[in-house]
């Protein structure tokens, strides 16, 4: 059975950094993509970072250049690593694998004080 399991949330600053891990219970090798996505209150989820098998990246123009996501094979973890936090980037984070089926992590939350 997939598990994603985030961790990393919490409170920051403006300006201030966060990391985000991502375990999975699986090799990563099995999945097509993951990502991170955020769903902030009274707003859709949103796509914000994606890794795929090969290691191609894509992102939110919201977050280019601030965030980053990246992958560690041989420990079956992805990570956001987030700088330049601003007010807006406050929302719930869910790690995101897909391989035909789409599986989801419980949610991590990320408050950043302006």
């Known amino acids: 059975q997939v598990q994603l399991v985030e961790s990393g949330g919490g409170l920051a600053q403006a300006g201030g950094s966060l990391r985000l891990s991502c375990a999975a219970s699986?090799?990563?090798?099995?999945?097509?993509?993951m990502g991170w996505y955020r769903q902030a209150p009274g707003k859709q989820r949103e796509l914000i970072a994606r890794?795929?098998?090969?290691?191609?990246?894509n992102y939110a123009d919201s977050v280019k250049g601030r965030f980053t996501i990246s992958a560690d094979n041989a420990k079956n973890m992805v990570y956001l690593q987030m700088n330049s936090l601003i007010f807006e980037d406050s929302a719930v984070y869910y790690c995101?694998?897909?391989?035909?089926?789409?599986?989801w992590g419980q949610g991590t939350q990320v408050t950043v004080s302006s």
């Open positions: 699986v090799s990563i090798f099995s999945f097509n993509t």
């Open positions: 890794i795929t098998s090969r290691g191609t990246t």
């Open positions: 995101n694998a897909e391989r035909g089926f789409l599986y």
